[in-house]
């Protein structure tokens, strides 16, 4: 039946449990919840528990550089997650949000896949409760609050419009807006400045959701947004245009992690969605710390390979959130392991061990860096219906020669039957007592350390090249005190490198910083690795283009 179905057919044929059933599951009572219908609700921040949380366990999943498909990682997750409690475990999947940008484009949305999904995944990958609608409105009222006070001569702030770094977001992939001129139509409409669009993933307030502790946390970092200069230079944030109240009213509801399912029933929370190739790529640290307030294990995952989602997550997530996984999982696909050994497109379905054989470099490269944080990683062989045994084999034991476990995942035709073998493997792993937790680099070292530490020791260049501009934004950085604050590397996701050309483990190269942008209210500074992408574009034929509704309004296309 896996074989046939598609993902959508597969979560239209479920029956769900009323989430009242799921939270109880986790000990909140029914009064507790806000509900959103029979399947959706909103967690209190009362149920956060941090002497609780302490005692449960946290599973990262991450993979290699992954194909522009993705490997597989938000399926693990749950497929984990549901192998847990068929063992008999308390567990709770806790993930990211979609984003409606790639559901319409080419990825299509982030709620699993086959066996493994969470529900109700219509809802989940289109609107849900209203999260990143809430983002949108508080990133563009700071925007509206800007031109304002361009505008004013009374209250004017003296902002010089050619500085303002801050641009306005919308939840979808549209070119046309990266680059545009507002204000025009003479002097009632504002003042004429370029501006642009990004996509809602990649807005600071997402970030600033996602690392805040509480809603006091969340009012002081919107406060902390740098939106430009005074014509003197002076910076000027987000506080002294009386933003922060007005957006944290607009988050009020957003802040609050969603309670949903998986296909088997088992809790997953819902948070936030940061791209992990712009920004942090993870759940909010809210999310993480409710479910394992209210669970024993929590599996959770970090966006696109190890050297950028989880390198963040372990690096910035867990520092503000004083979290420490206890194990990882590094998600491979024989499709990714052909593709890193030369494979083209065109290719990827045919087996090929010498391919393979050569694509292990990158996976031993994520291996590697793992155990730079202190833990020994399993590996998930995400397994696909045309992998051959032999090129299964050939992962297995080159894992096992670097010291590694190495087991094959079936949760898209399985579910968490198919998933239980990596749930011991990760118990295992846990049990082991070889895993130690560590961040890579320390806060109060430099930035230009701290680029060198994750250039060298993550990606494995020889060294870092800066700008002009960008080595005139360092001293910049220095001088307004943003130089003991972590960094979130912005670079492609298809390298190791900052070129996405260079597959496998490239060696003998440089990273260049080409400038860098400011997230003082986040908290990190952004170094900007060549051309990246905050407003993405459509492809020839959009997933959209496959999608409509039938007249009893049931979703067709949606994948």
Not at 201 to 212: G, K, N, Q, R
Not at 379 to 397: C, G, H, S
Not at 505 to 521: K, M
């Amino acid at each position: 039946m896996s074989a046939v179905l598609s993902d959508l057919a597969i979560a239209q044929k479920a029956v769900l449990q009323p989430i009242r059933f799921i939270a109880e599951k986790l000990g909140v009572p029914a009064e507790e919840l806000e509900l959103y219908g029979n399947f959706k609700a909103k967690l209190p921040l009362t149920l956060l528990d941090d002497a609780k949380a302490r005692r449960a366990k946290l599973i990262l999943v991450t993979s290699m550089n992954p194909t522009p498909s993705g490997e597989g990682k938000t399926m693990i997750s749950v497929g984990l997650a549901d192998g847990f409690n068929q063992m008999g475990k308390k567990a709770t999947v806790v993930l990211r949000e979609p984003s409606l940008g790639p559901v319409f484009g080419v990825k299509g949305g982030a709620a699993g896949g086959g066996y493994a999904q969470v529900m109700p995944m219509e809802d989940i990958n289109l609107h849900f409760t209203g999260d990143f609608s809430s983002i949108e409105k508080a990133n563009n009222l700071l925007s509206a609050l800007i031109d304002n006070n361009l505008q004013s001569k009374k209250y004017s702030l003296g902002l010089d419009p050619r500085s303002i770094v801050w641009k306005r977001v919308m939840d979808m992939n549209d070119r046309a807006l990266r680059h545009i001129v507002i204000g025009l139509g003479g002097s009632g409409n504002g003042i004429p400045r370029e501006e642009g669009f990004n996509i809602t993933a990649a807005s600071e307030v997402m970030a600033i959701l996602c690392l805040s502790k509480d809603l006091a946390n969340l009012k002081e970092r919107l406060g902390n947004i740098l939106v430009g200069f005074t014509f003197d230079k002076k910076p000027v944030f987000a506080r002294e245009l009386k933003a922060a109240g007005p957006m944290a009213v607009l988050l009020k509801e957003a802040i609050k992690p969603n309670l949903v399912q998986t296909l088997e029933g088992t809790p997953a929370i819902l948070h936030g969605g940061p791209f992990a190739n712009i920004a942090q790529g993870t759940n909010s640290i809210i999310a993480t710390r409710m479910g394992l307030a209210l669970s024993d294990y929590v599996v959770t995952e970090a966006g696109f390979g190890a050297d950028l989602g989880a390198e963040k997550f372990m690096n910035i997530k867990c520092g503000y959130g004083g979290l420490e996984p206890h194990a990882i999982v590094v998600v491979a696909t024989i499709k990714a392991l052909r593709h890193h050994g030369g494979a083209k497109k065109d290719d990827f379905e045919y087996p090929s061990c010498k391919q393979v054989e050569k694509g292990f470099a990158n996976l031993e490269k994520h291996i590697e860096n793992c155990t730079k944080f202190g833990i020994t990683p399993v590996v998930a062989i995400n397994r696909f219906l045309k992998d051959t045994p032999e090129e299964i084999e050939t992962v297995v034991t080159r894992c096992k020669e670097l010291g590694v476990t190495a087991v094959i995942s079936d949760a898209w035709a399985e579910g968490g039957k198919g998933s239980v073998q990596l749930a011991e493997a990760t118990l295992a792993s846990i049990a082991g007592g070889r895993n130690k937790f560590k961040p890579l680099y320390d806060w109060n070292s430099s930035l230009e350390k701290k680029i060198e530490t994750i250039a060298s020791e993550i990606y494995g260049a020889d060294g870092v090249d800066y700008s002009v501009q960008a080595k005139t934004q360092l001293k910049l950085m220095h001088e307004l005190g943003f130089d003991k604050l972590p960094v979130c590397m912005a670079k492609t996701q298809k390298s190791l490198s900052d070129k996405e050309g260079l597959l496998g483990r490239p060696r003998a190269f440089r990273i260049t910083v080409r400038e860098f942008e400011y997230a003082a209210g986040a908290g990190f500074v952004v170094p900007i690795l060549g051309e990246m992408m905050r407003m993405p574009g459509l492809p020839p034929i959009p997933a959209a283009e496959h999608m409509d509704i039938d007249k009893e309004g049931r979703v067709v296309g949606l994948s």
